[in-house]
């Protein structure tokens, strides 16, 4: 089974801190994301890592950054952290699916989740 | 631009009944791939089923099966015999291409005893 872990399933942190979270997935999956997720607004894709040391923004990357120093592990960071970035964090790893020899989506798979309180 | 709609913000189901969660997907790609993902209060995202453009057939696992009608751009979740277990989150989702996914909004369910 694939497996992806969080480094923390609860975090609380105070507004201007720097904040890691980390992830790491089992399956040699090529690539990785990073959501988040809010009441009503579904998950919102943060940033993306396709290969090692590749990353891109998604739709919401502002206060964000990452890092994918190795295939299996790709770090989100909140440089400062601020109470808007209260929120439940995913990572997600993905490979591809298809019928009929066609490629044609990713499914993913999730860590558990860490929830991030900024005071 | 693309979109996925999730238009029951929560439902309610008695156990032992079927349930169907709507989801329609707005997007003028010809390939694409639909997924549905149940969240538990746990947390965690589990991964119920897909459903791929050129899939000719509708995606079942096990209780769970996919009434997608391409013409019409949706893709509902039909749960059948519901359980006290299937209490939870569920989102619709879509790939749109270069990695990257869209998610619904979600659609809390609630089992009944």
């Known amino acids: 089974d694939v497996k992806v872990t969080q480094s923390s399933r609860y975090l609380v942190k105070r507004t201007g801190e720097k904040v890691f979270l980390e992830c790491v997935q089992d399956m040699d999956h090529e690539n990785m994301f990073w959501y988040r997720q809010d009441p009503g607004l579904g998950l919102r894709l943060i940033y993306f890592?396709?290969?090692?040391?590749?990353?891109e923004k998604g739709d919401i990357p502002e206060g964000y950054s990452v890092s994918r120093e190795k295939k299996e592990r790709f770090s989100l960071i909140l440089e400062s952290a601020s109470t808007n970035q209260t929120s439940m964090y995913l990572c997600?790893?993905?490979?591809?699916?298809?019928?009929?020899?066609?490629?044609?989506?990713?499914?993913?798979?999730f860590g558990p989740g860490t929830r991030l309180t900024v005071t | 631009a693309q979109k996925i709609t999730q238009t029951q913000p929560g439902m309610f189901v008695q156990e032992k009944e079927a349930v169907t969660l709507d989801c329609t997907y707005d997007?003028?790609?010809?390939?694409?791939?639909l997924f549905w993902y149940k969240q538990p209060s746990s947390g965690e995202m589990i991964f119920l089923i897909y459903?791929?453009?050129?899939?000719?057939q509708n995606a079942t696992e096990g209780r769970y099966s996919l009434n997608f009608q391409k013409a019409r751009k949706s893709a509902n979740l039909v749960i059948s015999a519901s359980q006290l277990g299937d209490s939870a989150m569920y989102f619709c989702a879509m790939y749109r291409g270069t990695y990257k996914y869209i998610f619904g909004t979600g659609t809390r369910l609630k089992v009944l005893a």
């Open positions: 890592s396709y290969d090692v040391k590749m990353k």
């Open positions: 997600a790893s993905s490979y591809p699916t298809g019928t009929s020899g066609r490629v044609v989506s990713y499914e993913q798979y």
């Open positions: 459903q791929g453009s050129y899939d000719e």
């Open positions: 997007t003028s790609d010809q390939s694409y791939g």
